[in-house]
């Protein structure tokens, strides 16, 4: 599975902004995808993630009601729109996936395949 992430992006705070990922995963296989930022000294923390086979989603409490990730199989993209920007979203936020059968809270570890990160930024 290859992920790539072409270019993530500023945004005033309260704004929005849409990061895709271009994946190599099959539709209809049973594969997790989930997008993971990093702030600069902090550890990875899935925020987003979307089973591919029944596209059930889960989302943190810090991004539920303001983030929506998606993926069109058609084009082999994995979205998140985020919405009502806060300057604590900044951060490198990366694509990952990994083979599952049922959708949970995103883990580093349980994830395979990683993109090379995307920069988000959003100022005050």
């Known amino acids: 599975v290859q992920l790539a992430e072409p270019g993530g992006g500023s945004a005033q705070s309260g704004g929005p902004l849409r990061l895709s990922c271009v994946d190599s995963v099959y539709t209809y296989s049973g594969y997790c995808m989930a997008w993971f930022p990093q702030a600069p000294g902090e550890e990875r923390e899935g925020v987003a993630s979307?089973?591919?086979?029944?596209?059930?989603?889960y989302y943190a409490d810090s991004v539920k009601g303001r983030f929506t990730i998606s993926r069109d199989g058609a084009k082999n993209k994995v979205y998140l729109q985020m919405n009502s920007l806060r300057p604590e979203d900044t951060a490198m936020y990366y694509c990952a996936a990994r083979a599952c059968y049922h959708l949970r809270s995103p883990s580093e570890d349980e994830y395979k395949y990683w993109g090379q990160g995307t920069q988000v930024t959003v100022s005050s």
């Open positions: 979307i089973y591919i086979g029944g596209g059930s989603t």
